[in-house]
């Protein structure tokens, strides 16, 4: 069994009493894993900027210029988080979504084997270079 202890005391983080803080479901449950760097980064934005209801009035060009975007970067990102029902938007409001309901990212699947990637036994292995050598 593994102990932690925390590196620095003094520097406790605690869930702070504006309601910004980040799900760490979103990783776990693998709600981000779709989501390209700018989607990631306007979400990170959002959800530090939101009041309690998630609400935030944030116009397109502070956005633009806050998370160093182009306007088609900052739609494009804002379309992968309405699609993964993470954010909803009417201009000019956006609302950081609830994660219960939105979809989530499948698991990949696991890669298969080939007969290449069976374990084999080291002595076998050393046995048959020591055969080819001799």
Known sequence: MMYKFPICSARLRRVPSQFSWVDQRLVR??????????????????????????????SE??????????EAT?????QELIAGAL???????????????APRALKPPAPRL??????????????????ALS
Do not use: N
């Not at 900052?74 to 804002?78: D, H, P």
């Not at 954010?87 to 309901?101: D, K, N, S």
């Not at 290449?116 to 002595?123: A, R, Y």
């Open 29 to 58: 449950e693998r709600y981000i894993d779709p989501l390209s760097h700018p989607a990631c980064a306007l979400y990170l934005f959002l959800l530090t900027v939101a009041d309690a209801q998630g609400l935030s009035y944030y």
């Open 61 to 70: 060009p502070a956005l633009c210029r806050r998370l160093s975007m182009s």
């Open 74 to 78: 900052l739609y494009q990102a804002r």
């Open 87 to 101: 954010v909803a938007y009417e201009r000019p409001l956006y609302q950081v979504l609830a994660l219960e309901g």
């Open 114 to 131: 080939t007969p290449d990637d069976d374990p084999v036994d080291i002595k076998d292995v050393f046995k048959h270079i020591w055969e």
